[in-house]
Every structure is written in structure tokens, then in C-alpha cells.
Nanobody, 122 residues
């Protein structure tokens, strides 16, 4: 299987910063996209930012200008630098990746990490 592990979450004051990191492992042949999602209490899980091969990025309007995604898709790593955090950013942040891995031949995968908690004081 493909595994993703997130790190970097924590509690910060409003206006503070955090940097989240995610690293994948497993019998990965290639990774096509990696992304960060978050689960806000009482709301559906939503895309925060994504990074695809050749550096293409997508950001949620709510974080654009404050968050920056970076990483090395070929190595299965992705980071999320978060500035000017707000109370509304509070939630659990999950790393996602999709691509191909080996299991009796090449197969597609879509994997999720267990998440890392981000809490921002109001």
C-alpha cells in the first residue's frame, strides 16, 4: 500500500504561521498529484491546495495569498506554508496523493494520510 504521513500541525494565535509537511512511502511508481485538504468541523472536507507534476498549483480562494504549496511530486513530498492564520482555518489537515503503484503490476492509487490538527485562536 501507499502511505502518507503529515506533520507540522499545532496551535497558534491568529495571524501566526505553520508549515505542514507530508511524505509518502510505499511501492510507488509515479505520483501525478499531491494535495492538502482540510476538515472543518461540521463541514465537508475541502481542497486547500494541490500540486501536480510540472509545478501546476491550485488554491482555494479562502487561502490564496496566505498559503503556499510546494514539494517534489517525483519524491512524493508536499509542504504547505501557512501565513496569517485565522480562526476559520481551524481543522484537521489531510495529505492526499494519487498516482500509480506496484501491486501485481502497476495500479492506480489514491491515498490519504491520517491528518494533522491545526488550531488557531480566535
Amino acid at each position: 500500500q501507499v502511505q502518507l504521513v503529515e506533520s507540522g500541525g499545532g496551535s497558534v494565535r491568529s495571524g501566526g504561521s505553520l508549515r505542514l509537511s507530508c511524505r509518502s512511502s510505499g511501492s510507488i511508481i509515479s505520483t501525478e498529484t499531491m494535495s492538502w485538504h482540510r476538515q472543518i468541523p461540521g463541514k465537508e472536507r475541502e481542497l486547500v491546495a494541490s500540486l501536480a507534476t510540472r509545478g501546476h498549483t491550485i488554491y482555494s480562494d479562502s487561502v490564496k495569498g496566505r498559503f503556499t504549496v510546494s514539494g517534489d511530486i517525483d519524491k512524493g513530498t508536499i509542504d504547505l506554508q501557512m501565513y496569517d492564520l485565522k480562526a476559520d482555518d481551524t481543522g484537521r489537515y489531510y495529505c492526499n496523493a494519487d498516482g500509480k503503484y506496484y501491486h501485481n503490476g502497476p495500479r492506480k492509487f489514491n491515498a490519504w494520510g491520517l491528518g494533522t490538527q491545526v488550531t488557531v485562536a480566535a
